[in-house]
């Protein structure tokens, strides 16, 4: 599982503008537990953008567990 | 920079119809402005609701950057969850507190659909009307509650339906239940004063059905549009949303080489243009149609162009296949003059002002200019490409008419005429001659039914002579009149040239000893013809006639409002504390001028209330 500083920069600026927050905030913690900001329309926002700027789409299962970014980041590395 | 071009600057960041996250972030930007909103002028600043079927929140930063694209802070209220009737129908709550300009209500297909499939597929005439009969009520409740214009969707079928080839002629069908319920829903609204039907089925059908519903949105959390229908709905609410507080264009100023008409005219000859009923030149008669849609709806239409004028009237008088002929015109500016300089004059010639303006060129270079030079007048990019034009006018968001009256359908004759008048103006030897040889007529008439629209449209876009710039509508009108806290007055005007129709309103408050100006206004049209004068002396007499002794008024000030502070000013009325003035009923200068003939019934008493005709 390596990190790709592309992916991973232009991510962070997704989750950051989604939220409203600078994207210096969106730390890994960054999440549903940690934010007030993240709603869980926010979340479903933020998947739909991520599937669309990414080309991807999650499962069920998987937009439940969405819940951080670091959670994004894990599942977009492994695609 | 002023506060318009900080908004504009903040817009610009977000292309029109770009992607959703750039306009949150360009939302964020805006709240993140320090000062930003308090430094919008008062009548810049707009309030939309929003009540939806589904999840509208996605809408939000889009109004608002859209809204800060045409120069305007737009704050939104959006009502809960699928809430829109507990909303509507609320006697009090966050709705009623937010009291918007606009209140936009969309109710979705995928909504009547559900409806329909819980009703057992009914017969479209009764689906149509057991769809509706609630929401009107709904709509009625908030009408005599709340502010505002009430804006409905027309309804689109969700999907492409499978109910087959022949669900066309089978009355049970989804099929025949959508324009079922588009008629009804037309046919309510338009016997509503305030109610209008937003044409979500056109915006759709530009956008393409499937790229404007997003189904995985949809059903994962009922966020039924696509970023990108999301982000065109929300540039045409601003411009409804515009319209309704008057900041919409009045005046579109047309060039003419490769814009009204193909080729260049100089060079091409009159016979050598591209205008006809074929190719090349049918694309620009199309474009003249829309323009001409858009001045029967009394926007006004206007030329600045780099032409040796006689050459360029000829073509306009004589080419026989011009449409938009001298008459359309409210005025021209044809000649080597730079463009900047010429939008100023005519403006100053309509007494409009420059924000009023949209200006249309096919040169890149003539826009930046303009652009440059006066950043307040709406320059739109046209296409490159002729056969664009006229689509392209037709969806641009801001070009939108809310209102016609009388007035407005004759606009155009009205500034003919005043070209005359101002040739008499500057041959009169005095200015009490001039306005002896006008042979003016005023009429000052309580509100009715017959001027309550063009009333409102007045509140709605009168800048310059305004006391307050109180955009009061409709509901607030008749309940305030009706229970007797305000009369409200209409100013008719005519003179020797023409007839300007109802030109301006008063409002005041009987409180006894003092009676209150809470508004008074005037079209600019009928600016310096002494009719002020006249219709404050009619308040005069009512107010001594009640046995009041003193006559108080409110000036606020909107940075371009100065002609009323002058009035005021004018006719003896001192400052008492900041904004508010009064003076005496028993020391003379309120009298009505003797040049200003009576119109009808003006003298008579008028009593409180809207009277009914």
Same mark, same amino acid.
């Given at each position: 599982?390596?990190?790709?500083?592309?992916?991973?920069?232009?991510?962070?600026?997704?989750?950051?503008?989604?939220?409203?927050?600078?994207?210096?905030?969106? /730390?890994?913690?960054?999440?549903?537990? /940690?934010?007030?900001?993240?709603?869980?329309?926010?979340?479903?926002?933020?998947?739909?953008?991520?599937?669309?700027?990414?080309?991807?789409?999650?499962?069920?299962?998987?937009?439940?567990?969405? /819940?951080?970014?670091?959670?994004?980041?894990?599942?977009?590395?492994?695609? | 920079?002023?506060?318009?071009?900080?908004?504009?600057?903040?817009?610009?960041?977000?292309?029109?119809?770009?992607?959703?996250?750039?306009?949150?972030?360009?939302?964020?930007?805006?709240?993140?402005?320090?000062?930003?909103?308090?430094?919008?002028?008062?009548?810049?600043?707009?309030?939309?609701?929003?009540?939806?079927?589904?999840?509208?929140?996605?809408?939000?930063?889009?109004?608002?950057?859209?809204?800060?694209?045409?120069?305007?802070?737009?704050?939104?209220?959006?009502?809960?969850?699928?809430?829109?009737?507990?909303? %509507?129908?609320?006697?009090?709550?966050?709705?009623?507190?937010?009291?918007?300009?606009?209140?936009?209500?969309?109710?979705?297909? !995928?909504?009547?659909?559900?409806?329909?499939?819980? @009703?057992?597929?009914?017969?479209?005439?009764?689906?149509?009307?057991?769809?509706?009969?609630?929401?009107?009520?709904?709509?009625?409740?908030?009408?005599?509650?709340?502010?505002?214009?009430?804006?409905?969707?027309?309804?689109?079928?969700?999907?492409?339906?499978?109910?087959?080839?022949?669900?066309?002629?089978? @009355?049970?069908?989804?099929?025949?239940?959508?324009? &079922?319920? #588009?008629?009804?829903?037309?046919?309510?609204?338009?016997?509503?004063?305030?109610?209008?039907?937003?044409?979500?089925?056109?915006?759709?059908?530009?956008?393409?059905?499937?790229?404007?519903?997003?189904?995985?949105?949809?059903?994962?959390?009922?966020?039924?549009?696509?970023?990108?229908?999301?982000?065109?709905?929300?540039?045409?609410?601003?411009?409804?949303?515009?319209?309704?507080?008057?900041?919409?264009?009045?005046?579109?100023?047309?060039?003419?080489? #490769?814009?009204?008409?193909?080729?260049?005219?100089?060079?091409?000859? &009159?016979?050598?243009?591209?205008?006809?009923?074929?190719?090349?030149?049918?694309?620009?008669?199309?474009?003249?149609?829309?323009?001409?849609?858009?001045?029967?709806?009394?926007?006004?239409?206007?030329?600045?162009?780099?032409?040796?004028?006689?050459?360029?009237?000829?073509?306009?008088?004589?080419?026989?296949?011009?449409?938009?002929?001298?008459?359309?015109?409210?005025?021209?500016?044809? !000649?080597?003059?730079?463009?900047?300089?010429?939008?100023?004059?005519?403006?100053?010639?309509?007494?409009?002002?420059?924000?009023?303006?949209?200006?249309?060129?096919?040169?890149?270079?003539?826009?930046?200019?303009?652009?440059?030079?006066?950043?307040?007048?709406?320059?739109?990019?046209?296409?490159? !490409?002729?056969?664009?034009?006229?689509?392209?006018?037709?969806?641009?968001?801001?070009?939108?008419?809310?209102?016609?009256?009388e007035?407005?359908?004759?606009?155009?004759?009205?500034?003919?005429?005043?070209?005359?008048?101002?040739?008499?103006?500057?041959?009169?030897?005095?200015? @009490?001659?001039?306005?002896?040889?006008?042979r003016l007529r005023v009429g000052i008439e309580p509100l009715s039914?017959a001027t309550?629209?063009r009333?409102?449209?007045?509140?709605?876009?009168? #800048?310059?002579? #305004?006391?307050?710039?109180?955009?009061?509508?409709?509901?607030?009108?008749?309940?305030?009149?009706?229970?007797?806290?305000?009369?409200?007055h209409t100013l008719r005007v005519a003179d020797?040239?023409?007839d300007f129709g109802i030109a301006g309103a008063?409002?005041?408050?009987?409180?006894?000893?003092?009676?209150?100006?809470?508004?008074? %206004?005037?079209?600019?049209?009928?600016?310096?013809?002494?009719v002020?004068?006249a219709l404050?002396a009619a308040?005069?007499r009512d107010?001594?006639?009640?046995?009041?002794?003193?006559?108080?008024? @409110?000036?606020?000030?909107?940075?371009?409002?100065?002609?009323?502070?002058?009035?005021? &000013?004018?006719?003896?009325?001192?400052?008492?504390?900041?904004?508010?003035?009064?003076?005496?009923?028993?020391?003379?200068?309120?009298?009505w001028?003797?040049?200003i003939s009576p119109w009808g019934d003006e003298r008579a008493s008028v009593t409180?209330?809207?009277e009914?005709t």
């Amino acid at each position: 599982m390596t990190s790709n500083p592309t992916t991973d920069d232009s991510l962070r600026l997704l989750v950051a503008q989604v939220m409203g927050v600078p994207p210096d905030k969106v /730390t890994d913690d960054f999440g549903a537990d /940690t934010a007030p900001a993240w709603t869980s329309l926010k979340q479903l926002m933020l998947i739909s953008q991520v599937e669309s700027r990414f080309g991807v789409v999650f499962s069920n299962q998987e937009v439940g567990e969405l /819940t951080s970014y670091r959670r994004f980041a894990e599942l977009l590395r492994n695609r | 920079m002023n506060a318009t071009a900080r908004l504009r600057e903040i817009a610009r960041a977000v292309p029109p119809g770009g992607d959703w996250p750039s306009y949150a972030a360009a939302a964020a930007s805006l709240d993140a402005a320090e000062g930003l909103r308090d430094a919008v002028p008062e009548n810049r600043r707009v309030r939309i609701a929003v009540l939806a079927s589904f999840t509208a929140d996605p809408i939000v930063p889009c109004l608002r950057v859209e809204g800060a694209r045409a120069g305007m802070w737009v704050d939104v209220y959006l009502g809960p969850y699928r809430q829109y009737m507990q909303e %509507l129908f609320a006697e009090q709550g966050g709705l009623l507190e937010f009291a918007p300009h606009v209140t936009f209500v969309a109710v979705d297909g !995928d909504a009547m659909w559900d409806m329909y499939w819980a @009703e057992g597929r009914p017969p479209a005439a009764t689906f149509a009307a057991h769809a509706l009969e609630p929401l009107m009520a709904a709509v009625d409740q908030f009408r005599d509650r709340g502010s505002g214009i009430v804006v409905l969707h027309d309804v689109i079928a969700p999907m492409s339906l499978a109910e087959g080839a022949l669900a066309f002629a089978d @009355e049970r069908s989804f099929s025949s239940c959508v324009p &079922a319920l #588009n008629r009804e829903l037309r046919a309510r609204a338009a016997e509503r004063p305030g109610t209008l039907v937003f044409p979500l089925a056109d915006v759709v059908a530009e956008v393409g059905r499937r790229l404007a519903f997003s189904r995985r949105q949809h059903y994962r959390g009922h966020v039924t549009w696509s970023d990108r229908l999301t982000a065109e709905v929300a540039a045409r609410w601003v411009g409804y949303a515009a319209a309704a507080v008057g900041l919409a264009p009045k005046c579109i100023v047309l060039d003419l080489d #490769n814009t009204l008409w193909g080729g260049v005219l100089g060079e091409d000859g &009159a016979h050598g243009i591209a205008i006809g009923p074929q190719w090349p030149g049918r694309e620009f008669v199309d474009f003249q149609r829309q323009l001409l849609d858009l001045q029967r709806q009394g926007i006004l239409l206007a030329v600045c162009s780099k032409n040796n004028e006689p050459e360029a009237l000829a073509v306009i008088r004589d080419h026989p296949d011009m449409l938009i002929r001298e008459h359309h015109l409210a005025g021209w500016r044809i !000649d080597w003059e730079d463009k900047a300089s010429n939008l100023r004059r005519l403006a100053a010639e309509l007494n409009l002002g420059l924000e009023h303006l949209l200006f249309i060129d096919d040169s890149p270079h003539e826009r930046a200019w303009v652009r440059e030079q006066i950043p307040e007048l709406a320059v739109p990019d046209l296409p490159a !490409d002729p056969s664009e034009y006229a689509v392209w006018l037709g969806s641009l968001p801001s070009l939108v008419v809310l209102q016609q009256t009388e007035e407005d359908r004759r606009r155009t004759e009205l500034y003919r005429e005043e070209r005359v008048r101002e040739q008499a103006r500057i041959e009169a030897p005095s200015q @009490e001659s001039f306005l002896r040889s006008l042979r003016l007529r005023v009429g000052i008439e309580p509100l009715s039914d017959a001027t309550m629209t063009r009333t409102v449209q007045l509140f709605a876009k009168t #800048n310059q002579f #305004n006391l307050t710039t109180r955009r009061h509508d409709e509901p607030t009108l008749r309940r305030q009149t009706a229970e007797g806290v305000w009369r409200v007055h209409t100013l008719r005007v005519a003179d020797r040239f023409g007839d300007f129709g109802i030109a301006g309103a008063v409002v005041v408050e009987p409180r006894g000893e003092a009676w209150h100006v809470e508004s008074l %206004l005037m079209s600019c049209r009928v600016i310096g013809k002494s009719v002020e004068s006249a219709l404050i002396a009619a308040v005069a007499r009512d107010a001594r006639r009640a046995g009041a002794t003193r006559l108080t008024a @409110e000036f606020i000030d909107s940075g371009r409002n100065a002609p009323a502070r002058t009035f005021l &000013a004018q006719h003896g009325f001192g400052m008492l504390e900041d904004g508010l003035f009064a003076r005496s009923l028993e020391e003379p200068g309120l009298e009505w001028p003797d040049w200003i003939s009576p119109w009808g019934d003006e003298r008579a008493s008028v009593t409180a209330g809207v009277e009914t005709t």
